[in-house]
């Protein structure tokens, strides 16, 4: 089952996508954006990586693909508890074009229908560096709020860096949708 943004459609990953996901990994100024280590990624690393998590039912990685641009980035929900029903979320686009056209706000709404209204989930967890405007104003936009730092949690380019840590609840998310007319 594909899910339907208004200008995105996220799609299950395929084997042919690892290109797409190396080259974000590869990536120095994605990855300066986002958590996580930060090495070079092989083609044999990243199909072997695709493999272990194709069938995993606690992580869902999607493609998020545009009419104009194709596969431009990746959208996850991962380390799902079904019992506490939460999840995080995390968002990576490839650099070019498709940024600030409104792709990943409309893919981060896409994502949100899924969790609260498929899967049924109640909370969205995620996090984004202090100095990273574009992720603060976006997800502040959709309702996610700040819920504290961790304080030199992240360490990359001879540096610490602190650590926002962020939430959205279903119902945050309904009162958006209600408030913008998003789906209409």
């Not at 606690?58 to 641009?69: P, Q, S």
């Not at 990576?92 to 706000?105: A, D, E, F, I, Q």
């Amino acid at each position: 089952m594909n899910i339907y943004g208004n200008k995105v459609v996220l799609r299950a990953m395929e084997k042919t996508d690892c290109d797409l996901v190396k080259s974000m990994f590869n990536d120095p100024e994605i990855e300066n954006l986002v958590v996580g280590w930060a090495f070079p990624v092989s083609e044999y690393a990243q199909e072997q990586w695709y493999i272990k998590n194709y069938s995993d039912q606690k992580n869902f990685r999607f493609v998020i693909e545009t009419e104009e641009d194709g596969a431009v980035g990746i959208a996850t929900l991962t380390d799902i508890d079904w019992k506490n029903r939460n999840a995080t979320h995390g968002i990576k686009l490839k650099n070019g074009k498709c940024r600030s056209k409104g792709t990943g706000t409309d893919a981060v709404m896409a994502i949100m229908r899924y969790a609260f209204d498929e899967l049924g989930l109640h909370r969205l967890d995620g996090s984004w560096f202090e100095d990273n405007i574009a992720s603060i104003n976006m997800y502040t936009k959709l309702g996610w709020t700040a819920e504290g730092i961790r304080r030199d949690y992240v360490y990359k380019h001879g540096a610490y860096r602190n650590l926002v840590i962020a939430g959205v609840l279903a119902e945050d998310y309904y009162n958006l949708i209600e408030k913008k007319g998003y789906w209409k």
